[in-house]
């Protein structure tokens, strides 16, 4: 069926900035030779007896913006496009999740998106994997050439940012081998609002660079949720924080007490219902079915214009990268619609001392109370607006230690009774403790205890 | 939030979750009260069609007399392979209907160049119109019908790497502009009399100073109580000072105050010093963009309101004027230390006062709706109560018609456009595509022969627009340029009229 399409004809758009030069495009576009053929074959991923290369490109999420993408990249004339998201599909996303039905709830995203997009465009093949993206090891992300995100979340981003980064490989002069780079779009989006950037890894700001723009989110404070509660945001989250482990409301088929999980309906439930009745003794108005959602899930407002700008933003500039038919962004974008609309374009500095990026071991100074314990410790880095750790682990480079590991569960479970113990038991002023976190890979941070003077 | 819940059904909650949260339940309905025209299938229309579609406009109508080509399976997302040769009106409206059961669609197999120059009065039905590709023949003449109509009108396109966007809109009234950080609106340098009373009843003293309140309620006196009373000691004590602390030595008195029965850790006193930035110094005044809209000629108590919204307008300015140039209380209270009793009783008392505003704005536009012969209650009291919890948000925007753009041009905008280095010479560049294509019926550099010939008349086009958009300098004498205007008219010529996917769906409303 695809092959009795006229290439040039469905493809005019795109080869027509292909074929000729223009006073905007990149230095060293040339149309009129014979390598136009050559970045025709490139792009549209054709197999041909010159050997030319194919572009192989990935997207990361197949949701708001990753729907987006597949369709921008389809009809922007890539031809080999991967797509990874570990999501079923829930009926709140079809509201700009265009790819996906209502009878699709419940099915794998990457895989209802490329079955779609595969059948709408004739010829595209986009491979899906159902899987996270931790799944897969270095080698799968080395075969693309280019690697578009639509992530949801700071945390993920970081991870992939990190792998990205980590790839890069530099020659005995110390210059960065080109094939080792790989070029990281990444987009997001909040409701009306939204942003782009091109990251080249070890070459211009990476994603950890800005990591301190993302600070963590602050919770309530427990003594507000027990004792003066004032919002109904207060009366949600105690019946979520401090009601549930008390009550144990559900117990599963095994006899085991089940965790809160946001997305069944019957915990939600009783979640509203626990936070209405203490709203009520507190004579406190506004705890609905729709607000208790919105808090413990922590919901972000998402419409499909906003998606389809951002994601428009990013495949054109992947399209520019590949094809050099015009200058890219240089390297940061950020889009506001609520009032008017606002855009503003800069270039976003490469941080000396960046964690990932900065090609060195960064030894970070944090000056601690020796007699906290070790969780209070790994818990004042997870605020830390630049480490933000998950799940750290902890070793100590002098004399050697393992302090604590999160995995494996037998490493864990041997070096739980440390987190109770205070710092003094593992280090004193200077001690310097190697950290490592899964959301950063292949990446240790010093951290060089100063001990707290405690009559200061 | 609004009970969304109770206004929708439980599919449509579930479904437009994400958007419900940004704009309740009756800005659902506004979308779907909505019948949205679409004027050429293009790639950039469907997708700005299926960006209204998805969170369920009501109903759309899709005019194009286009038959569906190999050409746009490049770069339209709403056609298939074995549509090809159908009409595409038909084609695309099949293909974005599939994508939400709740929207009506339907298409009108006709080129909208003949439905503008023979049917002109039958764009009436629309809410709002979206033009992609329209040459300026027919757009002039439809902006010219649907501005006078008062139907806005949304005209883009994407031209290779540029694309375009113009709002049409004789006049765009807004309650709720949602503004990022919203002034909580507490009234604490002009507070009304049950707010001074409860603020009063309080001891700000300390125990050990002979206060009446032990060290747990002490230290949870809400802010608003705080700043409330230290003002007014602030004012007993300096009467030579401005009444609300504008200097730097007026400030740190007030602080002085504020901070005089703290014990030095209590969270309250701290987050009253930093609300005193917000809520004191400022002082109370009306915003611009509100006092824009209050007096405005359609505002005025004789003139006859064209709206809704012009009647709550009027409504509010008689307020205004009877209650000393101020507005009703938005009734809500924003987070603080507090013990429970004390923020429950702060909330009730704002939400009190602003029934009560609410009540009195109510009787005013009972009034003017009598003045205008409109049945009772045809503004509704939601409504009325929805623009007065934001009518700090309110504003008005007027658009040009193309017609005054073209014939009377922003020389300024567009001068300091190019002087700056901003998109100014697209603009240009835009214009001239649009006056190469009245002359010639095709794009420049449609093709390779075309390419060469054609910068010469887009040259010329040019020049003659640079005469037209831009001044002569008054110190030269000469008239102003576009510098490189070549360049962006070359960049033209080598896009041959094409439309990029990406670019057009970055048009997206």
């Known amino acids: 069926m695809a092959s009795q399409l006229d290439e040039n004809k469905r493809w005019k758009g795109v080869f027509t900035l292909l074929n000729r030069n223009g006073p905007f495009a990149q230095e060293g576009f040339t149309p009129d030779s014979k390598d136009s053929q050559k970045l025709k074959n490139y792009l549209r991923a054709l197999e041909n007896d010159r050997g030319d290369p194919n572009c192989k490109i990935l997207v990361i999420g197949a949701g708001g913006l990753g729907c987006e993408l597949l369709k921008d990249l389809a009809l922007s004339g890539f031809r080999d496009i991967h797509v990874i998201d570990m999501d079923t599909i829930d009926i709140s996303n079809l509201n700009r999740q265009f790819l996906f039905r209502k009878t699709d709830v419940g099915k794998p995203k990457a895989e209802c998106a490329a079955r779609f997009i595969n059948s709408r465009v004739p010829g595209v093949n986009v491979t899906p994997h159902f899987c996270k993206i931790q799944d897969k090891d270095d080698s799968f992300y080395q075969q693309f050439n280019i690697v578009i995100s639509g992530l949801d979340s700071i945390m993920a981003r970081r991870y992939i940012n990190s792998v990205l980064v980590g790839l890069v490989s530099k020659d005995d002069d110390g210059d960065i081998i080109p094939d080792t780079l790989i070029p990281f779009i990444d987009g997001g989006t909040e409701g009306f609002k939204g942003q782009a950037r091109i990251v080249l890894p070890q070459l211009t700001a990476c994603f950890e660079c800005a990591m301190d723009l993302f600070p963590p989110r602050t919770s309530f404070q427990i003594c507000t949720l027990a004792n003066t509660p004032r919002l109904p945001e207060h009366c949600i989250e105690y019946a979520r924080l401090l009601r549930w482990d008390k009550d144990k409301p559900f117990v599963n088929a095994k006899g085991e007490v089940e965790k809160p999980d946001m997305d069944n309906i019957d915990h939600l439930r009783w979640i509203y219902e626990i936070a209405l009745k203490r709203a009520e003794e507190f004579d406190i108005k506004g705890v609905t079915m729709l607000s208790a959602k919105g808090v413990v899930k922590n919901i972000i407002p998402a419409i499909a214009s906003t998606n389809a700008i951002v994601a428009a933003l990013c495949a054109n500039e992947a399209f520019k990268i590949v094809t050099y038919t015009a200058d890219t962004l240089n390297n940061y974008m950020m889009y506001t619609g609520d009032q008017g609309l606002y855009t503003l374009t800069f270039e976003k500095d490469k941080k000396e001392d960046c964690l990932a990026c900065s090609g060195v071991e960064q030894v970070l100074t944090r000056e601690v109370d020796l007699k906290q314990t070790l969780n209070e410790f790994i818990d004042d880095l997870k605020a830390d607006p630049i480490l933000q750790f998950s799940a750290p682990s902890v070793n100590r480079t002098e004399p050697p230690m393992t302090i604590y590991m999160p995995k494996p569960p037998s490493m864990e479970a041997k070096l739980r009774p440390n987190l109770d113990k205070p710092m003094s038991a593992f280090c004193e002023d200077g001690t310097q403790l190697t950290m490592t976190d899964p959301m950063m890979k292949g990446v240790a941070v010093i951290i060089r205890i100063k001990a707290k003077d405690p009559l200061a | ?509």
């Open chain 2, 1 to 509: 939030m609004e009970d969304v819940e109770k206004k929708l059904s439980k599919d449509k909650v579930d479904k437009y979750d994400r958007q419900l949260r940004l704009w309740g339940a009756h800005g659902q309905a506004a979308l779907e009260n909505a019948h949205i025209c679409l004027l050429n299938a293009t790639a950039t229309g469907t997708e700005i069609l299926k960006n209204l579609v998805l969170p369920g406009i009501g109903r759309f109508t899709i005019i194009d007399g286009a038959k569906v080509s190999e050409e746009d399976l490049g770069n339209n997302f709403f056609v298939s392979q074995p549509d090809i040769g159908r009409s595409r009106a038909e084609v695309t409206s099949e293909l974005l209907r599939e994508m939400n059961e709740w929207v009506q669609g339907t298409h009108i197999a006709q080129d909208p160049n003949e439905l503008i120059a023979n049917q002109l009065s039958s764009f009436s039905q629309y809410t709002l119109v979206i033009a992609t590709n329209l040459p300026t023949s027919s757009l002039l003449p439809l902006s010219e019908f649907l501005y006078s109509n008062h139907i806005p009108l949304v005209v883009s396109r994407a031209y290779g790497f540029v694309g375009y966007l113009r709002n049409v809109v004789p006049e765009h009234c807004i309650f709720e502009t949602k503004p990022d950080n919203p002034l909580d609106d507490l009234r604490l340098t002009n507070p009304f009399p049950s707010l001074a009373t409860y603020c009063g009843t309080w001891d700000l003293r300390q125990k050990s100073e002979g206060g009446n309140l032990d060290s747990h309620l002490h230290s949870h006196i809400p802010y608003i109580v705080i700043l409330y009373q230290s003002l007014i000691e602030y004012r007993k004590n300096n009467p030579t000072f401005n009444p609300t602390p504008k200097t730097e030595a007026e400030k740190a008195e007030f602080i002085k105050i504020v901070t005089r029965h703290s014990t030095g850790e209590d969270k309250n006193f701290e987050e009253a010093t930093d609300a005193a930035r917000t809520h004191i110094y400022p002082g109370y005044r009306l915003p611009d963009d509100l006092t824009d809209v209050l007096n405005d000629d359609k505002a005025s108590a004789s003139s006859t309101p064209t709206s809704n919204y012009w009647i709550i307008a009027q409504a509010m300015k008689q307020y205004v004027d009877e209650e000393g140039k101020t507005v009703p209380v938005k009734g809500s209270v924003p987070d603080m230390t507090a013990d429970t009793n004390s923020y429950v009783s702060l909330t009730e008392i704002y939400y009190q006062k602003s029934r009560q505003d609410i009540a009195k704005v109510l009787g005013y536009v009972r009034k003017y709706e009598k003045q205008a012969n409109r049945a009772e209650g045809s503004v509704t009291d939601e409504e009325v109560e929805r623009a007065c919890k934001s009518v700090r948000d309110w504003k008005v925007v007027r658009y040009r018609s193309i017609k005054e753009e073209y014939e009377t041009p922003d020389k300024d905008s567009l001068e300091m456009s190019v002087d700056v280095g901003e998109n100014g010479p697209w603009y240009v560049a835009l214009r001239a595509v649009d006056r190469f294509y009245e002359k010639e019926k095709r794009y420049p550099g449609d093709v390779e022969e075309n390419v060469e010939g054609d910068l010469a008349k887009m040259v010329e086009i040019g020049k003659a627009l640079e005469e037209e958009l831009l001044r002569v300098d008054e110190e030269s004498g000469e008239q102003k340029r576009v510098p490189d205007l070549e360049k962006v008219l070359r960049e033209m010529i080598r896009v041959g009229g094409v439309e990029l996917h990406n670019i057009g769906a970055h048009c997206a409303l």
